[in-house]
């Protein structure tokens, strides 16, 4: 977080600010202002931004009339509201039980390897993010994962090496 | 032109659904996407429709849509609905899944959809809710509560403003029938739905849906809209849930709904009393619901009519893991899990012996095969030391280590607790180090505070693996009376389940039963 933070000028961060405000104003007329408005209105700015920056925290506080550390609270609470851009593709590899029952520990392991990522790092050149997701309901053909939007089932070395391969946008 | 069927599931998508779709609208077939039928090892599968009725091709590739059109596909299936897995089953619930377009007002209908709803809506309130109580249902998100006492207190609860919160976030691992029901058969869940509204008198609903069921999102939202017109005023909205396995508890997810973070309630007061903004609060399983349809077009008593004991009905179960016919499998309790998991699932995958299954989600206790005679029954599983939660069962064949899968729920418990109540929270992480102190065999060395002088009763010496299976069993025993909610609760099921009939997994020293280290 330091690092994105300091390659920032303070204008940067003035215009961010500015862009982030008016996309809150923009989704308070969509979903309402009340408190319950905040995890809708998380979603739509993770969808449009890829992330929840730390400098919407102060517009959402104000447009949903709460305290930014209940904002805050709340981003930090949910795995899904990443604090940092994610790479331009996201690998979730499912880790739960029944996947696990079906090698998915292999593939985990494997998957390690070719991104050269653990769970929940982004490659440096800003390609694929890995995270592990703890369950896609897909629970009799895993090994699963979803690839950006797309649901994969029995994932074995060779499909693996498919789909990896095709994430080199 | 030929009309065929092919599901939209996600599990089918995964298995490659949609460029068999892509290849029969090129070869000129009409495609109608459905729910899935519920066994996995059949996707993608395609129904092909005849004058002699649907007749089924599974699984197909892509490659092969012109020998599926010519019906000389190798994979030929005859009628679908005939084969021994979906014969056996008595689908109450999932009657139209797998069979109907699920955004089809029209298919519903003329399947027999609404007629939950009208029956409903000519009962007096009481009436409706005595229908459910007659069904005897209960809770089938796991606790088991029945349904139609839950109503009652929301009915008799004091207040013009009333919600239905549908708990839909499916997270443990094991389980997928809520998302094959909002893709399969929508409008199943929303009529269930605006019954509970009618019953209790509350004219609005949440939908709360994981976000890692991105296809049950949208297919829920444009059923809603749909419907909006036959179930007003009834208003129902889709909430997404964010991640946290905890907003599964049910008061956690009133919190989530509310825009706060996922923390679990002490209770009282129950939701039915004060739940969502404080108001008398519906909230049930999918499950729950989505029964509900067929308890008030054919009765009550037709639901009761199955069962086992004080488990009635039907209970759709969900076969997963490392099983041969993995899939949705809807049938009325009493069943024994050896049926479910030898006759009807076929045994592993991966054609080796079964050592354990998991019945119940990440919460859920492993049993050993020796332990397959149980019925599946809500109260012979919590006498055996389990729970059937929402009936998802994992099975594992003779390649785990049980104690890693023990270390596994401490881990997850760790990384999904919502933080409020110690033993959960502390007391996940401590189980961690404690079965990696086991398994790795190494001796715990006294530390600073033990070595002090004042801790005259601290034995000062490494602890031998005895006494370290003590630790973890009195952990266990902290989490499960001091826990706030199930996921610190129940974390010691999977724990003391794969302690006590696996110990040859957790070194040499381990006691071979409960009772050794009582």
């Known amino acids: 977080m330091s690092a994105t933070r300091n390659d920032r000028s303070i204008a940067g961060d003035a215009t961010h600010a500015n862009d982030y405000a008016a996309t809150v104003a923009r989704l308070v007329e969509d979903i309402g202002g009340e408190q319950d408005a905040l995890l809708p209105m998380l979603h739509a700015l993770r969808d449009e931004f890829g992330y929840i920056d730390d400098l919407m925290v102060p517009a959402i506080a104000s447009a949903l009339n709460i305290s930014r550390a209940d904002v805050h609270g709340v981003v930090t609470f949910y795995h899904d509201f990443r604090r940092e851009p994610p790479g331009r593709h996201r690998v979730r590899l499912c880790r739960a039980e029944s996947c696990q029952a079906r090698g998915a520990a292999a593939i985990e392991r494997l998957m390690t390897d070719r991104l050269g990522l653990r769970m929940g790092e982004t490659s440096a050149d800003g390609r694929v993010t890995f995270d592990a997701v703890y369950c896609l309901g897909l629970c009799a053909t895993g090994p699963n994962a979803m690839i950006d939007d797309i649901p994969v089932s029995r994932i074995d070395p060779a499909t693996l090496d498919r789909l990896l391969g095709e994430l080199t946008r | 032109m030929t009309r065929v069927y092919v599901s939209k599931d996600m599990a089918a998508v995964a298995l490659g659904a949609d460029a068999v779709v892509e290849a029969l609208s090129n070869a000129g077939a009409h495609v109608v996407r459905t729910g899935s039928r519920g066994l996995f090892r059949l996707e993608p599968l395609v129904e092909v429709e005849t004058p002699g009725g649907r007749v089924g091709f599974g699984p197909v590739a892509a490659a092969d849509a012109a020998l599926v059109l010519d019906g000389s596909h190798p994979a030929r299936l005859g009628d679908v609905s005939a084969m021994p897995f979906f014969a056996r089953q008595q689908r109450f619930t999932f009657a139209r899944c797998g069979v109907i377009d699920p955004l089809s007002l029209d298919a519903y209908e003329a399947h027999g959809g609404w007629r939950g709803l009208t029956a409903a809506r000519a009962l007096p309130q009481q009436a409706a809710i005595d229908a459910v109580k007659a069904s005897g249902l209960r809770g089938r998100g796991g606790a088991g509560f029945p349904t139609g006492i839950k109503w009652q207190t929301v009915h008799d609860a004091p207040g013009p403003l ?92 009133l919190d989530s709904i509310e825009g706060k973070r996922g923390e679990v309630r002490a209770k009282p007061p129950l939701p039915a009393i004060a739940g969502l903004f404080g108001r008398p609060t519906v909230i049930n399983n999918v499950l729950s619901l989505a029964a509900v349809p067929f308890i008030l077009s054919e009765g009550g008593e037709a639901y009761a009519a199955i069962g086992f004991g004080r488990s009635r009905g039907t209970m759709p179960v969900q076969l997963a893991g490392n099983v041969r016919n993995g899939g949705l499998f809807e049938v009325g309790f009493g069943i024994t899990l050896g049926e479910l998991v030898m006759d009807i699932g076929g045994g592993t995958d991966s054609g080796r012996p079964v050592k354990a299954v998991q019945v119940g989600g990440p919460l859920g206790a492993y049993f050993p095969p020796s332990m397959f005679d149980l019925p599946f029954d809500y109260e012979a599983f919590a006498a055996a030391g389990g729970l059937i939660g929402h009936a998802g069962i994992t099975v594992f064949d003779d390649t785990v280590d049980m104690a890693h899968m023990a270390r596994f729920a401490m881990e997850f418990c760790a990384h999904e607790s919502c933080g409020k109540c110690t033993p959960c929270r502390i007391g996940s992480t401590r189980g961690v180090e404690l ?23 601290a034995d000062g010496g490494a602890r031998p693996a005895g006494q370290e299976i003590e630790l973890l069993r009195d952990l266990c025993d902290t989490m499960k009376f001091g826990s706030l909610c199930a996921l610190g609760g129940f974390t010691p099921y999977p724990v003391l389940s794969a302690l006590d009939h696996f110990p040859q997994d957790f070194g040499a020293d381990a006691p071979t039963s409960s009772a050794a280290a009582e």
Not at chain 2, 190 to 206: C, T
Request: with cysteine; proline share 4%.
């Open chain 2, 162 to 253: 009333k919600y239905v919160v549908c708990n839909a976030d499916e997270g443990d691992s094991g389980t997928f029938a809520d998302r094959m029901l909002m893709e399969g058969d929508p409008f199943c869940l929303i009529e269930g739905m605006a019954i509970a509204g009618h019953a209790v008198g509350a004219e609005r609903g949440y939908i709360y849906i994981r976000s890692e069921y991105p296809f049950a999102i949208r297919t829920m939202r444009e059923a809603i809209a749909r419907a909006a017109p036959i179930v007003a005023p009834f208003v129902l909205e889709v909430r997404v849930g964010a991640g946290a396995y905890v907003c599964g508890e049910e008061t956690a997810l």
């Open chain 2, 435 to 457: 079965i990696d102190r086991l398994v790795a065999g190494e001796r715990r060395a006294a530390d600073a505070v033990e070595r002090l002088p004042q801790m005259r009763n």
